[in-house]
């Protein structure tokens, strides 16, 4: 059973970088054909999905946020982490963590029923 949580800064200032760490227990991040993403959700907003990095390392980021965002993994730590770059008010958002076990290559957005385990989600607010 796979254990996910999230943990960074609450608070951000807006043209700063936000760095989130998933730390990942219940097995290593490297196990074949897990997938593990960022996931989102604003205020009065759905779900949207911001990018994955595979068990090989290989990783996607949503188109829309390409320009801003990278994730990166610690091995030896079992965690991953997402780095957004020159945050808005608008990236205020409850961030959470998921894995889907059957990663695709290359690795994308699956739908919503496809992640089976989530962290509990850590509120980020970006000061204008």
């Known amino acids: 059973q796979f254990q996910l949580k999230e943990s960074g800064p609450g608070l951000v200032k807006a043209s700063q970088t936000l760095s989130l760490t998933c730390t990942v227990s219940?097995?290593?991040?490297?196990?074949?054909?897990?997938?593990w993403s960022w996931i989102r959700q604003a205020p009065g907003k759905g779900l949207e999905w911001m990018g994955v990095?595979?068990?090989?390392?290989?990783?996607a980021i949503n188109p829309s946020l390409k320009s801003r965002a990278s994730i990166s993994r610690d091995t030896s730590k079992n965690q991953f982490s997402l780095h957004l770059g020159s945050v808005t008010p608008e990236d205020t958002a409850v961030y959470y963590c998921?894995?889907?076990?059957?990663?695709?290559?290359?690795?994308?957005?699956?739908?919503?029923?496809?992640?089976?385990?989530w962290g509990q989600g850590t509120q980020v607010t970006v000061s204008s």
């Open positions: 998921a894995r889907d076990k059957s990663a695709l290559s290359p690795p994308k957005q699956r739908s919503w029923d496809e992640y089976d385990h």
């Open positions: 219940g097995g290593p991040i490297t196990t074949a054909y897990d997938a």
């Open positions: 990095i595979d068990y090989d390392g290989i990783t």
